[in-house]
């Protein structure tokens, strides 16, 4: 057994890079600074849009031990996941969809948790403490925590940014009653660059630091529930999960790109697959496609409603029949997005005729607005 907390430390550091863990620090259990500030600032604003969760569990966040009051320390994990090519190639190839450089490969808060459990494991039988462990799945905020252990910043497009790894890091925690030795924070390093703040296809960004989710393409074709804005769709452009457009930009990639090889892998069929194949899913396809995917989640509604939008931005006439077989879906999401395509790609007299057919008999107020905004924009 290890004869002071500096040796424990050592071990399961050592231990998590055998695993496969890209970097590893420890942070106190305590209240990260400003914190909880930041957080109540961004939740009373109401910059969280309908991610209600975030405010239930406000409390809960604000520190680790306000989630478990016996943790006394946090191992911070994070993992590579640099995408092979830049993401942002994919807007330019419009009859494909492009999906979050994170959501290409294997849903990655099983990848994660399945080795943070290996290293729960080895912390209780070796060291005999308690544990639990953590995946972007309770009220932790891990990229506060993270910073405060040393893993990296939030850069001013608030996510995680790494001097090793640039903006490409998943993040996973291990809480545990060892009192160990901390890692000293980082600090920031984004010096005057405003880069992720000007491509933001949206301006979702208020401020350097500060997003407004209910902007953010990646809330709005992910969190969202609902018929996404009209003000937003033709900017979303083909993006039919998430966007990494802010994480894409970020100069600090070039680290990840040239010292380090991804361990995560894209899918092929993920990488950049063809909207006429996706807008003909139904939930049995869906689910299929998506097995062990964090797509899966959202469901086959959300998703074909975002395929629709991608096939509306498209400049494609030849998609016109995927979005046309869609107007009497059973989700008012879906037909909705089909008129909104179809207004799009149509001419007058070829909507109209579809118009006459559909319309009338719609029980949707949200698509009988869609069909009635296509008519008096014809």
């Not at 550091?13 to 909880?36: K, N, W, Y």
């Not at 545990?176 to 030795?181: D, I, M, V």
């Not at 660059?193 to 630091?209: I, K, S």
Request: proline share 5%.
């Amino acid at each position: 057994m290890p004869s002071s907390t500096a040796d424990i430390r050592a071990e399961i550091l050592a231990h998590a890079a055998t695993l496969g863990f890209d970097a590893v620090r420890i942070a106190s259990a305590e209240e990260a600074p400003d914190t909880r500030e930041h957080l109540s600032a961004f939740l009373a604003e109401g910059r969280h849009g309908t991610m209600d969760w975030m405010e239930k569990n406000a409390e809960k966040r604000a520190a680790p031990v306000s989630l478990w009051p016996e943790a006394k320390s946090v191992v911070v994990v994070a993992q590579n996941y640099a995408p092979a090519r830049d993401p942002r190639e994919a807007l330019a190839e419009r009859t494909t969809g492009a999906i979050s450089a994170y959501a290409q490969g294997d849903d990655y808060h099983d990848v994660m948790k399945a080795k943070l459990r290996r290293l729960a494991h080895f912390v209780h039988t070796r060291f005999g403490a308690e544990v639990k462990l953590f995946v972007d799945t309770a009220p932790v905020m891990e990229k506060p925590l993270a910073q405060t252990a040393g893993l990296g910043w939030q850069g001013k497009h608030t996510n995680l940014v790494s001097r090793e790894f640039g903006s490409w890091l998943f993040l996973g925690s291990l809480f545990t009653t060892l009192e160990l030795p901390a890692d000293p924070p980082e600090e920031d390093h984004c010096g005057q660059c405003r880069r992720c703040l000007d491509v933001c296809p949206t301006n979702a960004f208020t401020a350097p630091y500060r997003i407004d989710a209910r902007r953010c393409i990646a809330y709005l074709t992910i969190e969202n529930k609902d018929h996404i804005s009209r003000e937003f769709r033709e900017a979303i452009g083909n993006r039919i999960y998430g966007c990494d457009d802010c994480l894409a930009v970020c100069p600090w990639n070039k680290f990840a790109q040239e010292a380090h090889e991804a361990r995560f892998h894209a899918r092929d069929a993920l990488r950049a697959p063809a909207l006429s194949d996706l807008a003909v899913l139904d939930d049995a396809g869906f689910r299929a496609l998506f097995r062990g995917s964090p797509i899966k989640r959202i469901g086959r509604d959300r998703f074909v409603r975002n395929v629709l939008i991608a096939i509306g931005n498209s400049e494609d006439v030849s998609l016109a029949p995927c979005a046309e077989h869609l107007l009497d879906d059973a989700s008012p999401l879906v037909r909705a997005m089909a008129v909104w395509a179809l207004s799009r790609l149509l001419d007058d007299r070829s909507l109209s005729v579809l118009a006459t057919k559909y319309e009338s008999g719609e029980s949707d107020d949200g698509v009988r607005t869609e069909w009635r905004l296509a008519r008096e924009n014809a």
